[in-house]
């Protein structure tokens, strides 16, 4: 199996998953292998060189602090926001980090180097770490790819997912696929993908981790609807998610229908305004689209039979059924706005909400495949263009309109029978040629569209 749901649904840190979370991965990574190789008494001095959009909006992402905190050997799936704080106020006073914990370097983010206009060939977001001795020969160097939603490649790798064999086998790696299995086995899409998962892990250890990953999405929300002030950096963005809390409880104790858009776009914007301030948060698929399926897995928990009747079983089928969809995304096309603008981001996320919702509505597997395509037709094009490298504007209010987008996908579908003239695999394809066709400005370097008209440097 290729693509687990669980590498979709990841626990880690805002404010962005190919930016942020990737780049403590690598450095993760590459720590691991100084000591795997017995390297690491060895090293004297550690280089670090940033490439493409990695160098381009680094600073607004939180690249460089992620990078020396991986240097150390935290990771996103566990560093709490509190030791995060703590570490980097200790590495900008002493000007020093401790290298996997014990060897005690020199370095800060100042001495990382940028090449924002050279791009590495396989992904924008490339990063090359160095690792050199006391005499200043190489003890040992790698180049990894940061390539959306959290997922890092070293170079080798990279070459073999382009020239290669497809890692691994999902059963399925089309839509069509996935309807051929559906109708083959009689069952939904959330059945096939939980067949897949269960390859590797049983089906208790499956709905346990998908019902944490529920719970993590609502402490999310649910810290961002308690926070108040303004969001980090220079925009001066006020968090609005507690303040609209505060009327909607009011006007809204029983959760009326009425009001189900309002919920779910505070929901939305309270996950990423979480995930602007660098909190913990899932990516799904990645962090700049992380409050889509929180918010649409919260309308299908409070606003649908299903939901309301066993929240446990749906989350579990909604997050599965999103998985199959995302899978499709990564696999086919991509899910990094660096590559393909933020119609892989956002317009990813809505197509997986929007398909699981559909399920969860009651929709058969041609119905979920129609809502997914749906979504993603109407994203198409969607440029990545973060005012001051920061994830904020549009990001934040994107999100909330990518989930009632997915809403209204999910519902257009169950009104048809699964017919339709455009597939999902089409659309997919679509995406990722636009992607490929789209100017270098407007695909996560804050060079082009409203990065520009707004003229906010990044912080």
Not at 136 to 143: A, L
Not at 217 to 229: E, F, I, L
């Amino acid at each position: 199996m290729a693509i687990s749901v669980f590498d979709l649904f990841s626990v880690g840190i805002g404010p962005s998953s190919s930016h942020t979370v990737g780049p403590m991965r690598a450095a993760g990574r590459f720590v691991d292998e100084l000591v795997a190789r017995g390297l690491l008494d060895e090293v004297a001095d550690v280089r670090v060189d940033l490439f493409g959009s990695l160098a381009a909006t680094g600073a607004g992402h939180g690249t460089m602090p992620a990078i020396l905190l991986g240097l150390e050997g935290y990771r996103p799936e566990t560093i709490e926001t509190d030791d995060m704080e703590r570490r980097l106020a200790a590495i900008r006073v002493e000007g020093k980090i401790q290298l996997a914990g014990r060897i005690l370097l020199a370095l800060t983010e100042s001495d990382m180097v940028l090449h924002p206009l050279t791009q590495r060939g396989h992904h924008p977001n490339a990063m090359t770490v160095t690792a050199v001795a006391a005499g200043g020969e190489e003890v040992y160097h790698e180049t990894y790819f940061s390539i959306g939603g959290g997922f890092v490649v070293t170079e080798a790798e990279a070459t073999h997912r382009e020239t290669g064999e497809p890692v691994g086998d999902s059963g399925f790696r089309s839509a069509a696929d996935l309807l051929a299995v559906t109708e083959r086995d009689r069952i939904a899409v959330s059945q096939a993908m939980m067949r897949l998962e269960c390859a590797t892990r049983t089906e208790t250890e499956v709905r346990e981790r998908l019902l944490h990953i529920r719970d993590v999405m609502v402490a999310c929300q649910t810290k961002g609807m308690s926070r108040d002030g303004y969001l980090p950096g220079n925009l001066r963005v006020r968090r609005r998610a507690h303040d609209w809390f505060v009327r909607l409880a009011a006007e809204d104790p029983q959760r009326d229908p009425a009001f189900a858009e309002d919920w779910v776009n505070l929901v939305a914007l309270a996950v990423n305004e979480e995930n602007a301030s660098g909190g913990r948060i899932v990516t799904a698929p990645t962090n700049g689209a992380a409050g889509i399926i929180p918010a649409v897995l919260y309308y299908a928990l409070h606003y649908t039979r299903a939901g309301l009747t066993d929240p446990d079983a749906a989350t579990i089928r909604f997050l599965l059924t999103a998985g199959a969809i995302g899978s499709l995304y990564k696999e086919r096309a991509s899910i990094s706005g660096a590559e393909v603008g933020c119609q892989g981001e956002v317009g990813s996320a809505a197509s997986m909400a929007a398909g699981a919702l559909a399920e969860i509505l009651g929709g058969t597997p041609q119905q979920v495949e129609n809502a997914a395509e749906i979504a993603m037709e109407h994203s198409l094009g969607l440029t990545c263009d973060p005012i001051g490298g920061l994830v904020q504007i549009p990001c934040i209010e994107r999100n909330a309109i990518s989930a009632g987008k997915a809403i209204n996908a999910a519902r257009m579908a169950l009104r048809g029978d699964g017919t339709h003239r455009v597939s999902l695999d089409e659309v997919i394809d679509t995406m990722w040629a636009t992607g490929m066709d789209m100017s270098a400005k407007y695909k996560e370097t804050s060079t082009g569209g409203l990065a520009v008209a707004v003229n906010v440097v990044e912080c």
